[in-house]
């Protein structure tokens, strides 16, 4: 069984400081990992993903992650926050295996709010 | 170019009717998945669909079905609602062969049994 940890429930920053959201993932096998941004009343936004290859990843809107095996985690960064980054933070971890790859974990989220 | 198209937006059904959501997917894209996401939760993996079949199924009981057309839109069926059932159920697609787990998302159906 797989399965996503976002230990901080809300995460406070002001706007121009650099932001971390924290990740750490349990699976089975060489993992897929995502990070998904949802705003009020929407979807959810693709942001980045990490598949094999460089450990850090950069993804839409000046967002990056870094992905650590020994200590299974992929924590989302942005070096200057904005207050539109607002929003909902979903992590999620599917397994390299087909036909399961769509079959994400989420974790339970984590509220980003940029104080101006 | 079209995004995923969800429908109805809300709905308010009571314990233990039935009801039927819709999804179309991104242009392009022939595989669809459903989620539900309770409120303060993830979203939680119900089921795949591509070539008209249920390919892989999340935790969920058989009250909850599905059907995937030929067109690749797809309908979401929930039997016999709880009001654990009230949640924003996400319709997601993707292309089959492009297998990376990225996905595209509908805004939702939010459903509120009562």
């Known amino acids: 069984a797989q399965s996503v940890a976002q230990p901080e429930d809300q995460v406070n920053v002001a706007e121009g400081n650099p932001l971390t959201v924290k990740c750490t993932y349990s699976?089975?096998?060489?993992?897929?990992l995502f990070w998904y941004v949802q705003y009020p009343n929407r979807g959810l936004q693709f942001l980045l993903k990490?598949?094999?290859?460089?450990?850090l990843v950069k993804g839409s809107y000046g967002f990056e992650a870094e992905f650590n095996k020994s200590q299974t985690s992929f924590h989302l960064k942005k070096p200057s926050a904005l207050v539109s980054d607002s929003a909902l933070y979903f992590c999620a971890v599917s397994l390299i295996s087909s036909g399961s790859a769509r079959q994400l974990t989420f974790g339970s989220g984590t509220q980003l709010t940029v104080l101006p | 170019d079209a995004g995923v198209t969800q429908s109805p937006t809300h709905l308010i059904k009571t314990r233990g009717q039935q009801v039927t959501l819709r999804c179309s997917p991104k242009s392009g894209h022939d595989t669809v998945c459903w989620y539900q996401q309770a409120l303060g939760q993830g979203p939680q993996f119900i089921f795949q669909?591509?070539?008209?079949?249920?390919?892989q199924r999340g935790n969920f009981p058989d009250r909850f079905s599905g059907h995937q057309f030929p067109n690749y839109s797809s309908e979401l069926n929930v039997n016999a609602l709880l009001l654990g059932d009230s949640a924003l159920y996400l319709c997601?697609?993707?292309?089959?062969?492009?297998?990376?787990?990225?996905?595209?998302f509908g805004e939702g159906s939010r459903l509120t049994v009562l």
């Open positions: 669909y591509y070539e008209e079949e249920e390919r």
């Open positions: 990490y598949i094999t290859g460089d450990n």
């Open positions: 699976v089975s096998g060489n993992p897929y």
């Open positions: 997601a697609s993707s292309k089959r062969q492009v297998n990376t787990g990225e996905l595209f």
